[in-house]
RNA sequence: GCCGCUAUCGUCUAGGGGUUAGGACGGAUGGUUCUCAGCCAUCAAACCGGGGUUCGAAUCCCCGUAGCGGUACCA
């Protein structure tokens, strides 16, 4: 495998691969997480590594077990299970950030001792106000480490005012290099960089802090995260050498956008970027993976369609591209067609049959098998996502739908005359029905092909005017398929129904 | 404001010093059919701009421009 000028090459890792997904549970599972997982997934397998789920909840004001679990059920849908961590733990004890201070705090000390950080008493207030005035100066930096060498007196006149102080860590006044996978490599002026907070007043720390101290105990040799850490990336190197740890490599991914070319995000999308709705509407993971695979990531100019197992197979983040991808959601959707396709008569009825049991369409699945197979064999190709058999089947369960009007203008006909005309031919079609010696596909087809062409009467005329009394719909499949169905008993009972409301 | 990243059809992308710039989704048209979907066929649709380098630039370099990300005691 050749590699680009600008990629360092994956294959010269040696120690055994070792990647997290790191996600806070402040929410749900969005697509740019998902995928972030599935990246880190498909690497570690790819390499024969592990891939581990921390829970950076350092966060605690925001982080909820609901959250967390709801990322767990997310990503097990997904099928990328974790070697280590979530909530089985693993080698490295707890996962849980918010259950790992004490690691946390000897290395806050330490930093402390070496002095490559500071307590820093600023109130909120007073930083806004220094950054306000950075702005205002065009600085690059809105903190300007005033806290660095605090005199004692200073510090004993804000203790004694009750102030609890953050602790900050010492930039270092040398260039910090950094490598990305995906980006390759650039110098970082440290003139940039200020003095962040890597410990709050509450004695929290924060994530530039653990998340590098955890991806050194956990051994983390590739950090694979969306680009919007990528100025958070020299932070964490400058903490890394201040405390002596190694540094993972890394590769910062482009964003998933909206159509409107922005970051995707909970607060802005809400549903629309949470996993767990797409599972709901009925895409199946397969899909789900496929289209979030391919952004941002290709194989080559034919291929669209890959299994996991291909993925892990092929998967290369040489071959990430470093821009955002759109979120289209029309090819997620040919993609969760083309899975649902896949999957045969029996699998697929089987996967469809919560969604009916959830509208009260279906109450013992066991019961009619056949029929229900029956069904969704009929309805063929037509399922965008597994929840649309409830809106194209469901006249299968029950008679009482409307009459669409537009379908009942254009079909029934909107004159006296025209409907007529239907009310005839749907009494004709009764007759044939009642009278036909065998309820099957080529007897009923035969007998009324004859009818209609015996007549001189339009084939399509006479379908559609009969599907609407059947479905209450202009489209759906086979006629003849949903008049077997629905079986004699009912289809004698509908057509006259139809009859009366044709006028 | 400051720091950073990015730039090929509407979208996801392939390619990358010399190509009719390829594929897929979506769109359009026609065919098949009882409708819809599907399937088949066809079509429209792109290298951000300007300078270099070069015989030759969409590709390499520089400068713009635009978009996006970050700029928290969030992650």
Not at 219 to 248: D, F, S
Request: proline share 4%.
């Amino acid at each position: 495998m050749n590699e680009t000028s600008n990629s360092i090459s994956v294959s010269v890792v040696k120690d055994p691969v070792r990647v997290r997904m790191a996600p806070s549970p402040t929410g749900y599972l969005h697509i740019g997480g998902a995928r972030t997982a599935l990246f880190n997934y498909l690497f570690a397998r790819h390499h024969n590594g592990k891939f581990i789920l921390r829970i950076d909840d350092t966060d605690t004001a925001r982080s909820t077990d609901e959250s967390m679990h709801e990322i767990y059920t997310a990503l097990k849908w997904l099928g990328l299970e974790w070697d280590e961590g979530g909530d089985e733990g693993g080698p490295c004890g707890t996962y849980v950030q918010s259950e790992r201070k004490a690691i946390y705090d000897g290395y806050i000390a330490q930093l402390l001792e070496n002095g490559n950080a500071y307590h820093c008493y600023c109130t909120p207030e007073e930083l806004e106000e220094i950054r306000t005035q950075a702005r205002a100066d065009k600085q690059t930096r809105s903190y300007d480490g005033r806290c660095r060498e605090l005199a004692a007196e200073a510090v004993d006149r804000f203790v004694a005012e009750g102030r609890k102080p953050t602790v900050r860590i010492k930039m270092p006044d040398t260039p910090i290099r950094v490598d990305d996978i995906i980006l390759g490599s650039r110098n970082i002026d440290p003139a940039t960089l200020e003095d962040e907070v890597i410990v709050r007043s509450n004695g929290m720390p924060n994530y530039n802090l653990t998340s590098i101290i955890d991806d050194a105990e956990m051994q983390i040799t590739h950090v694979i995260r969306g680009t919007e850490h990528l100025n958070n990336t020299p932070k964490q190197i400058a903490i890394a050498n201040a405390l002596g740890l190694n540094v993972p490599q890394f590769a910062h991914i482009p964003l998933v956008l909206d159509s409107g070319g922005r970051k995707m995000s909970k607060r802005h999308h809400g549903d629309l970027v949470a996993v767990n709705r797409y599972r709901e509407q009925g895409y199946l993971p397969e899909a789900m993976l496929n289209f979030v695979v391919r952004l941002g990531w290709s194989y080559d100019d034919k291929q669209e369609i890959f299994s996991v197992e291909e993925l892990i197979e092929k998967f290369d983040l040489a071959r990430v591209g470093k821009s955002g991808s759109v979120f289209d959601i029309k090819k997620l959707e040919w993609l969760n067609s083309h899975y649902i396709n896949q999957l045969d008569v029996s699998a697929r009825t089987e996967a469809v049959i919560p969604f009916w049991q959830e509208k009260g369409l279906l109450l013992d699945p066991t019961e009619n098998r056949d029929w229900l197979e029956g069904i969704v064999e009929a309805v063929g190709e037509r399922l965008t996502k597994l929840q649309d058999i409830v809106p194209q089947t469901s006249y299968f369960f029950t008679d009482a739908f409307e009459y669409e009007p537009k379908a009942v203008k254009k079909w029934w006909g909107n004159s006296e005359e025209k409907r007529e005309k239907t009310r005839e031919i749907l009494t004709n079609i009764l007759q044939i029905l009642e009278e036909i010696p065998t309820f099957d596909i080529e007897t009923i087809e035969a007998a009324i092909w004859q009818y209609t062409d015996e007549n001189n009467i339009k084939r399509v005329a006479a379908m559609q005017a009969l599907r609407i009394a059947l479905t209450g719909a202009s489209f759906g499949p086979s006629l003849f398929d949903i008049v077997v169905l629905l079986g004699k008993d009912e289809v004698l009972k509908r057509i006259p129904k139809a009859i009366e409301h044709c006028t």
